[in-house]
């Protein structure tokens, strides 16, 4: 299996902050690496596929970047909805994995 | 508009089987474009990825749970479902149907349903 680790784990920020969160692969995944958004008792929501293409609908404030076996998010300036845990996932290898989970809240 | 709607019993007993039902609306499951999964989270935890169905019955199981998974797909009524045999406490989480985009989306997984909590309990 391939392993995804995130980074950091929880992270407290502010309204307008810049937020990054990164996301390490096992091994080289190419560009097989999805970001999703998830809200307390709600199902995740993808936001970013292939790592840099923003999902319809999502906004742009959200950016991923990287390819291979490192990958980061970004949130350009962090807003009241954006609160919520990030996972990022691979789908370059069955089983897919996902990362741990990096929950952003309110400082 | 892509639908997914899990159904099933949210309490099953230990050593029995979880049986669950995805049933897909605004598109057709016959579309072998797309896969479908099941992806469960336990609670407080992360996301775990249980499998896949085409609509052809082409599977693939991870492997932590592969000798417990059967995926089924109904194209008649729009369905995919998913047993879970000799459950535990463990298998105690909430179960997401999930579709993955195809490979035009690099096989990301773009709709979820909504989500099942399903309790393993005597």
């Known amino acids: 299996d391939i392993q995804m680790t995130q980074s950091p784990s929880s992270l407290s920020a502010s309204v307008g902050d810049r937020v990054t969160i990164t996301c390490r692969a096992g091994?080289?995944?190419?560009?097989?690496l999805h970001w999703y958004q998830q809200k307390p008792g709600k199902a995740p929501n993808l936001l970013i596929h292939?790592?840099?293409s923003l999902q319809t609908g999502v906004s742009s404030r959200f950016s991923g970047s990287g390819s291979g076996t490192e990958f980061t998010l970004t949130i350009s300036s962090l807003q009241p909805e954006d609160f919520a845990t990030y996972f990022c996932?691979?789908?370059?290898?069955?089983?897919?994995?996902f990362g741990q989970g990096t929950t952003v809240d309110i400082k | 508009q892509v639908y997914l709607q899990e159904s099933g019993p949210g309490l099953v007993k230990p050593s029995q089987t979880l049986s669950l039902t995805c049933t897909v609306s605004?598109?057709?499951?016959?579309?072998?474009?797309?896969?479908w999964s099941w992806v469960r989270q336990h609670p407080g935890k992360g996301l775990e990825w249980i499998g896949y169905?085409?609509?052809?019955?082409?599977?693939y199981y991870n492997p932590s749970l592969k000798s417990r998974v059967t995926m089924s797909i109904d194209t008649s009524k729009n369905q995919f479902s998913l047993r879970l045999n000799s459950v535990t406490a463990a298998d105690t989480a909430v179960y997401y149907c999930?579709?993955?985009?195809?490979?035009?989306?690099?096989?990301?997984?773009?709709?979820w349903g909504q989500g099942t909590t399903v309790t393993v309990s005597s």
């Open positions: 999930v579709r993955d985009g195809g490979i035009q989306h690099w096989l990301s997984l773009d709709v």
């Open positions: 605004g598109a057709s499951i016959s579309t072998g474009y797309y896969s």
């Open positions: 169905i085409y609509y052809s019955g082409s599977t």
């Open positions: 091994q080289s995944i190419s560009n097989y």
């Open positions: 292939a790592a840099s």
């Open positions: 996932q691979q789908s370059h290898s069955t089983p897919w994995t």
